[in-house]
């Protein structure tokens, strides 16, 4: 069975619990008995954001991981601290987001060519990885409107035309929050909820829109301008935070050293 190493924690003194995300049956959780062991033969294997292809057989609580076979190791990302954080990065939060048993084919190849993508990028891009985020999110059902305010249904068009109104509320009129485009007066109601809404200009929503294309080629190759990916960076994880039930890391803000 095809699968994509997401994330180990221990269990009991030699074994571990490996998540995987596979090709055929979406999420999975592993028992991984003695891979603790100096002496395991899969632990080298079983690494976060590899490829591999594992058997398996089903336990009474929790189905047991019997062999694992390599694919793809992603040396190139290894080798790269920026690299390997997004990737980790992005597994995490893939680990996070997405239930077990719930089988998405189209997930596990968004995942495993954007890991590919990663690998054959000359550098990290940070846009890449708010790229997968929204790819994801989409996958869940979660995908942002941007046609128009999610609220009243007023069109992109239209909030544009009223970008700026007369009176007290004299901020740039096109915003963005928990599902999407949001009016000047919707903005306010969701304000009075609670909810963060945050400032968006034309440029950001247009990038959001590619964003959300999975097209990790023209992603990397886009030449963004001064303070755009930072920008279009905080809406994709502000979004992303809304819609999780888990802390989501800031996978913007690469630590000084690597800790994982």
């Not at 890449?128 to 128009?148: K, T």
Request: hydrophobic fraction near 45%; charged fraction near 25%.
């Amino acid at each position: 069975m095809l699968a994509i190493v997401l994330s180990r924690r221990d269990f009991r003194e030699f074994d571990q619990i490996v998540s995987v995300y596979t090709y055929e049956a979406g999420k999975r959780e592993l028992l991984a008995r003695g891979i603790k062991k100096i002496t395991s033969k899969h632990a080298a294997h079983l690494e976060p954001f590899s490829v591999v292809d594992v058997s398996v057989v089903p336990g009474k609580e929790i189905d047991h991981l019997t062999t694992v076979q390599p694919v793809e190791y992603f040396p190139a990302i290894r080798g790269d601290f920026k690299k390997s954080f997004l990737a980790m990065a992005m597994v995490m939060i893939t680990d996070r987001l997405v239930g077990t048993h719930v089988p998405d084919k189209g997930l596990f190849r968004a995942l495993k060519t954007w890991l590919e993508a990663v690998s054959q990028a000359p550098a990290a891009a940070g846009a890449l990885a708010d790229a997968y985020v929204m790819v994801i999110l989409e996958r869940l059902g979660l995908a942002p409107v941007l046609e128009g305010c999610v609220c009243c249904g007023k069109t992109f068009s239209g909030i544009g035309r009223e970008a700026l109104k007369p009176g007290e509320d004299t901020a740039p009129g096109i915003y963005f929050g928990g599902g999407g485009l949001a009016c000047p007066d919707c903005r306010r109601l969701k304000l009075a909820a609670g909810e963060q809404v945050m400032a968006a200009g034309l440029k950001e929503i247009s990038l959001l829109g590619l964003l959300l294309k999975g097209d990790w080629r023209l992603i990397n190759n886009y030449e963004f301008g001064s303070g755009e990916a930072e920008r279009l960076h905080d809406l994709v994880y502000a979004f992303a935070l809304y819609h999780s039930e888990r802390k989501l890391g800031d996978w913007g803000n690469l630590p000084l050293e690597p800790k994982f």
